[in-house]
């Protein structure tokens, strides 16, 4: 398959200046922007889903589009609960080809990872996998702050705990997202080029990017569970 998305554009030409501050500065604060009744209903529902399947090592897929990935996983880990998350009714409801029986042990909901990813915490639900496939890039300099490694919300992604996996394809994206995770963790985070055939690839994303040529890069970290809870 070839395709021909375009790559990234950015006015930064490595990571942004202001993100060790901007990092440091959301981990000395609490972030308290209230909670959506829709994400809570989310939250609440999913964890009864999860519960009703023996509560299996959890595999969150933040921000998982139309939900391949999150069957792709839950297929790969039958002996895990895969929650795919996204914000978008249009992405989630949109039909996704599957050849044969469809794994049971995973879950789409429609939230806020904003709300959701801090309900969990509140909660002490700690993933055993945690996957940022392709997020939004925000690629403009003064847009650090809509990057998840930017957003106040880092700090609990980091004190979840688990394996964290983020895959983009700008190399800025996933130079930043290892600095910062290396920052709150402590560990010394590093990311690699990520490359894959198309037909290989794990998110519809990561298959159009694939199929144009681009650059795939992948940051990889296992941190312990919350010991930084908020
Ligand atoms: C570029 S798409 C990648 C989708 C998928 N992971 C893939 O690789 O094909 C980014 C996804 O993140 C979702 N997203 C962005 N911000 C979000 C938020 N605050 N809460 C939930 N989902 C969000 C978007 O709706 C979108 O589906």
């Not at 789409?108 to 990872?113: E, F, G, H, I, Q």
């Amino acid at each position: 398959m070839r395709s021909n998305s375009r790559p990234v554009t950015s006015n930064q030409t490595g990571p942004n200046e202001q993100l060790t501050a901007l990092v440091k500065k959301h981990a000395d604060t609490d972030f308290l922007k209230p909670l959506s009744d829709n994400s809570l209903s989310a939250f609440e529902y999913s964890m009864a889903v999860w519960r009703d399947h023996g509560s299996k090592p959890l595999i969150i897929d933040a921000g998982c589009g139309v939900g391949l990935s999150t069957r792709r996983l839950a297929a790969q880990y039958p002996d895990h609960f895969v929650i795919g998350i996204d914000q978008s009714a249009d992405r989630l409801e949109r039909a996704v080809q599957w050849d044969g029986k469809l794994p049971e042990n995973y879950l789409t909901v429609r939230a806020d990872l904003v709300d959701y990813w801090r309900l969990m915490l509140k909660h002490a639900i700690h993933p055993e996998q945690h996957y940022l496939l392709y997020p939004n890039p925000w690629p403009k300099k003064d847009q650090l702050i809509r990057r998840w490694h930017g957003h106040p919300v880092f700090p609990v992604i980091v004190a979840l705990g688990g394996r964290i996996e983020c895959r983009s394809n700008w190399e800025i994206y996933i130079a930043e997202f290892a600095a910062a995770a290396g920052q709150l963790s402590g560990q010394v985070t590093d990311y690699q080029a990520h490359i894959i055939d198309s037909s290989a690839a794990l998110t519809p994303f990561e298959e159009k990017y694939a199929a144009s040529g681009h650059g795939l890069w992948r940051c990889e970290i296992q941190l312990s569970a919350a010991d930084k809870a908020r």
